[in-house]
């Protein structure tokens, strides 16, 4: 049973305009969340988190919004731009972060 | 931040074989964890590596399919034994140096079992 789901397998923007990257969960448990940047042939890197006491960080052009009453958690990128596209992974973990779940991801394809 | 190295990058193998993935890691780091991508799907958890002692196995995660080895809090190595065309994954490892932050990934291992 997944506990992170990301339902949008992919996503086409155009460049300037903004990318939302939507993320649900299942576990109330959960207490921090992250989003993570792969591009082919890469590990994921690590873009942005979110603890459970906000409900919103931001970092540069990219903001991460936590609603935990739907349990669900967004990511936006404005303005897009084409070095965004990339797969999205959004991953959730408790425990003092010792383990990570993650959803299947999102592939962002960002149009010049 | 953890910079962490993988090898081998990719490999093709033939079922029946097994193959030693290692992870190197530039500091030293408490926690180490074995993750598999399989196609279109998320990143699994396989186990969690623990130095000076057996590898935590995730549900559905074996021992004897999956030998983890931790010598020390730099390195670490997954093993895929007897392997089939399913084990056709990018095997992954992963660390977390301090509580309240995020993991570091290697950049992957991609293995075809044909």
């Known amino acids: 049973d997944q506990q992170v789901k990301q339902n949008s397998p992919s996503l086409s923007v155009q460049e300037g305009r903004i990318s939302i990257l939507n993320c649900d969960y299942t576990?109330?448990?959960?207490?921090?969340f992250l989003w993570y940047k792969k591009y082919p042939a890469e590990g994921p890197t690590f873009l942005i988190s979110?603890?459970?006491?906000?409900d919103k960080n931001e970092d540069g052009r990219f903001t991460v919004f936590l609603n935990k009453s739907a349990k669900h958690l967004s990511l936006h990128i404005v303005p897009s731009q084409p070095g965004d596209s990339a797969v999205y992974f959004c991953?959730?973990?408790?425990?003092?972060?010792?383990?990570?779940?993650f959803g299947s991801g999102t592939k962002l394809n960002v149009k010049p | 931040s953890a910079v962490i190295s993988q090898k081998p990058s990719r490999d093709i193998c033939q079922r029946g074989t097994s193959l030693t993935i290692q992870c190197q890691v530039d500091?030293?780091?408490?926690?180490m964890f074995w993750y598999r991508q399989q196609p279109g799907q998320s990143l699994t958890l396989i186990a969690t590596a623990n130095q000076g002692s057996e590898a935590t196995y995730e549900s559905g995660f074996v021992i004897d399919k999956f030998p983890i080895s931790r010598p020390n809090l730099t390195f670490s190595t997954l093993t895929v034994s007897n392997m089939s065309p399913e084990d056709s994954s990018i095997y992954l490892c992963?660390?977390?140096?301090?509580?309240?932050?995020?993991?570091?990934f290697g950049q992957g291992t991609r293995l075809t079992v044909v």
């Open positions: 992963s660390v977390v140096g301090q509580p309240n932050t995020e993991a570091f």
């Open positions: 500091s030293q780091v408490t926690m």
């Open positions: 979110i603890s459970s006491i906000k």
């Open positions: 576990n109330s448990m959960f207490d921090y």
């Open positions: 991953a959730a973990s408790k425990d003092n972060f010792n383990k990570f779940y």
